[in-house]
């Protein structure tokens, strides 16, 4: 399975991007998607989720009304549409295939054993 994140660049506060997550090697629609996003030393943290079919959302707090998962399962795609920019938004972004043997909450890391390489926004004026 490989998954590859693009759509990350620098951008002012206030302003809006939208990622997009790639899969291959896996039947995309059998599996849930996270977000997740790691900061300059920080640990990487949960951003959102979005189940198989799309029909459900999750969201951490600190993204919930800016942020907007989605998924187009003809295309094999996952996407974070990211509006209202923060400075504190800063850090690479991560999407993750989730791992169906694995219990647990879609915010856990643990509930996902595929990754994609990470793709950088920065926000700054």
């Known amino acids: 399975v490989t998954l590859v994140e693009s759509g990350g660049d620098r951008v002012q506060p206030g302003g809006s991007l939208r990622l997009s997550c790639t899969a291959s090697?896996?039947?995309?629609?059998?599996?849930?998607m996270g977000w997740f996003r790691q900061a300059p030393g920080k640990e990487r943290e949960y951003v959102a989720a979005?189940?198989?079919?799309?029909?459900?959302?999750y969201y951490a707090d600190s993204v919930k009304g800016r942020f907007t998962i989605s998924r187009d399962n003809g295309k094999n795609t996952a996407y974070l549409q990211m509006n209202s920019l923060k400075p504190e938004d800063t850090a690479t972004y991560f999407c993750?295939?989730?791992?169906?043997?694995?219990?647990?909450?879609?915010?856990?890391?643990?509930?996902?054993?595929?990754w994609g390489q990470g793709t950088q926004v920065t926000v700054s004026s």
């Open positions: 090697g896996s039947i995309f629609s059998n599996y849930a």
């Open positions: 993750a295939e989730e791992n169906l043997y694995t219990r647990g909450s879609y915010t856990d890391q643990n509930k996902y054993n595929h």
């Open positions: 979005i189940s198989r079919g799309g029909l459900q959302q």
